[in-house]
């Protein structure tokens, strides 16, 4: 086969979507792996811009190894990728311009659900914020784990388990119940090996602190119930895992095509349904 006659999109096309390597890719259209490789790095990814003017966002970061990850802003309203970028560490300052940088679009962000990392929550003014419940639930298993041996744990893990299926009045009825019911428990201390008091069930602690401090944005979906606002990350936390798995049939992309596969397969979510606000 002529190899300036083979199709650069094409390639990329079943490179990406087809989930073919190198090597089939090389087999298939009779040529050596470095001309489907040159192929596939002429073709220039470029993003849809006609987007949606109404959002309820989803965020969150997912990592590639020690040396990057991806920040990602999807529209859950619209089912498209609103923004990316590449980041080293998340954090709260790259959040806060990723939101900006889609309110200068024109888009109109009437939500915001993320996984409550510390002082995330309280820089977005006048936008309602919800945390994702699942990521909830995981810090208060990080610190009971799923088969606590206390009580009072057993009960604490039992009723965090509700969050993702009950309302707001319930949820905090039950906490507090808990609260009254283990308060004292909860405030038992003992004398350490250099003489001081110190909480004795301070991982039971920790977690019902999470749980009391998080509880303005566990709900804000049930506070705004006419947005339809998502009550978890899991849209993206689902593509992530899809992204991860396709990549896997591409073990061993330098860092650049593996940018470069990354970009292409969130380009394929820009879906705009125009979604008048």
Same mark, same amino acid.
């Given at each position: 086969?002529?190899?300036?006659?083979?199709?650069?999109?094409?390639?990329? #096309?079943? /490179?990406?979507?087809?989930?073919?390597?190198? %090597?089939?890719?090389?087999?298939?259209?009779?040529?050596?792996?470095?001309?489907?490789?040159?192929?596939?790095?002429?073709?220039?990814?470029?993003?849809?811009?006609? !987007?949606? *003017?109404?959002?309820?966002?989803? =965020?969150?970061?997912? /990592?590639?190894?020690?040396? !990057?990850?991806? =920040?990602?802003?999807?529209?859950?309203?619209?089912? #498209?990728?609103?923004?990316?970028?590449?980041?080293?560490?998340?954090?709260?300052?790259?959040?806060?311009?990723?939101? #900006?940088?889609?309110?200068?679009?024109?888009?109109?962000?009437?939500?915001?659900?993320?996984?409550?990392? =510390?002082?995330?929550?309280?820089? !977005?003014?006048?936008?309602?914020?919800?945390?994702?419940?699942?990521? %909830?639930?995981?810090?208060?298993?990080?610190?009971?784990?799923?088969?606590?041996?206390?009580?009072?744990?057993?009960?604490?893990?039992?009723?965090?388990?509700?969050?993702?299926?009950?309302?707001?009045?319930?949820?905090?009825?039950?906490?507090?119940?808990?609260?009254?019911?283990?308060?004292?428990?909860?405030?038992? @201390?003992?004398?350490?090996?250099?003489?001081?008091? @110190?909480?004795?069930?301070?991982?039971? @602690?920790?977690a019902y602190r999470?749980?009391?401090?998080?509880?303005?944005?566990l709900f804000t979906?049930? *506070?705004?119930?006419?947005?339809?606002?998502?009550?978890?990350?899991?849209?993206?936390?689902?593509?992530?895992?899809?992204?991860?798995?396709?990549? @896997?049939?591409?073990?061993?992309?330098? #860092?650049?095509?593996?940018?470069?596969?990354i970009v292409e !397969?969130?380009?394929? =979510?820009?879906?705009?349904?125009?979604?008048?606000?």
């Open positions: 086969m002529d190899k300036e006659r083979l199709d650069a999109q094409t390639i990329w #096309e079943n /490179y990406c979507k087809g989930k073919q390597t190198y %090597q089939q890719l090389a087999k298939s259209n009779k040529c050596s792996i470095r001309t489907i490789q040159r192929k596939i790095d002429t073709i220039q990814v470029q993003f849809n811009n006609d !987007f949606s *003017n109404l959002a309820n966002v989803i =965020m969150d970061t997912t /990592y590639f190894g020690r040396k !990057f990850g991806i =920040m990602v802003f999807k529209n859950d309203l619209a089912k #498209e990728i609103l923004y990316t970028q590449f980041v080293k560490q998340e954090t709260n300052l790259l959040y806060l311009k990723g939101i #900006e940088e889609i309110a200068r679009r024109g888009i109109k962000i009437q939500s915001i659900t993320c996984d409550g990392r =510390m002082g995330l929550m309280q820089i !977005f003014k006048n936008i309602p914020v919800q945390m994702c419940n699942f990521h %909830q639930v995981a810090i208060v298993r990080r610190y009971l784990t799923k088969n606590p041996k206390l009580q009072a744990s057993k009960e604490l893990w039992t009723h965090t388990l509700l969050l993702v299926k009950t309302d707001k009045e319930s949820f905090e009825g039950g906490l507090n119940d808990w609260f009254i019911k283990w308060e004292f428990f909860l405030n038992e @201390r003992k004398v350490d090996a250099s003489g001081k008091k @110190r909480f004795t069930h301070k991982r039971l @602690r920790s999470s749980l009391k401090n998080n509880l303005p944005y979906w049930y *506070n705004h119930i006419d947005l339809n606002i998502p009550n978890t990350t899991n849209a993206l936390d689902g593509q992530f895992a899809d992204l991860k798995n396709k990549l @896997r049939n591409h073990n061993g992309l330098s #860092e650049k095509r593996k940018k470069k596969f !397969f969130f380009k394929g =979510m820009q879906v705009s349904k125009n979604i008048k606000g």
